[in-house]
């Protein structure tokens, strides 16, 4: 029994460092009540639409045969989701993108799936979903997606989905706010739907554990910005539609956080000594709502620029390790 411990310990310090364990996230928050959910829609102008409810921001996009959707939000919401967009066309859903594998976004997959949807991600999204996935901030663990859930349609780097009169151009921006982001743009109708690469008003929950980094999160902001114009329509992962202006300012934010933090992981600090020193304070009022925001987006900085991924050496002497025990 001690050997086992020991080895569990060890194999432990070697994935994370000792470090990453010193601190614990406080209590999760409780599940939404989607009893209580209302789904609100905004006209983005030629028959594209952004849907607010619980969750990840939706986009709605109508062609002259049928529609396509970017994020599903949660299970529950499926026929809330349905008769919202029924309002604004009586045209069949004809595609589901997944911007992100996270539960608020892809919830959906498997009630849409089920209605004759073909769900479309980039490759690692499947990944993520099929394998299970673990939060870095409070250590929960997601098991695997059920089949049903499964996107049917990935891509690697490059994708468009083609109705009449719409094209949907998807794009994966690598190791952004995870390591299977895609963005939409529908570019007749001046539109980006970006996911959680970009949260308008409030810091990003940036998934360092499942492949994000702000390095990412800044890249694919830079992207945005040459694609984009003053006149686009920008859907957030949450919050409010945005514009190329909201856009600038939270990359600025972005590149602010990186640099302070930069400077502290140089200088050796430990995740506890950069929560106790608030470096973003002043950012703090405009961009987290709660301090448990405001800790949890020191941590994931930290861990985006002071964690070191297991070579792999280490993953090879820690089964080696396990195996003895």
Known sequence: MIRTRLAVAMAALLLTGTAHAQQQSPAAAPPPDFGKAEIKTVDLGDKVYMLEGEGGNIT????????IMVDGQFAPLHDKIKAAIAKLSPLPIKYLINTQYHGDHTGGNEPFAMDGVIVVAQENVKKRLEAGTTNGLTGAKTPSAPSGALPTDTYTNFSKIRLPGRVADLKYIPNAYTDGDTYVWFKTANVLATGDTFT????????????????????????YLKLINAKTRIVPGHGPVADKAALAEYRAMLVTARDRMDKLVKEGKSEKDVLAAKPFADLDRKWAPTELASQNFIRVVWHSLADK?????????????????
């Open 60 to 67: 709605v996009a109508v062609a002259k045969t049928g529609i």
């Open 200 to 223: 308008n008003g409030r810091y990003p929950s940036i998934d360092f554990a499942n492949g994000g980094n702000i390095k990412g999160m800044i890249a694919a902001t830079d992207v």
């Open 309 to 325: 991924p297991a070579t792999p050496e280490k993953k090879g002497l820690i089964k080696r390790i396990l195996k003895r025990s």
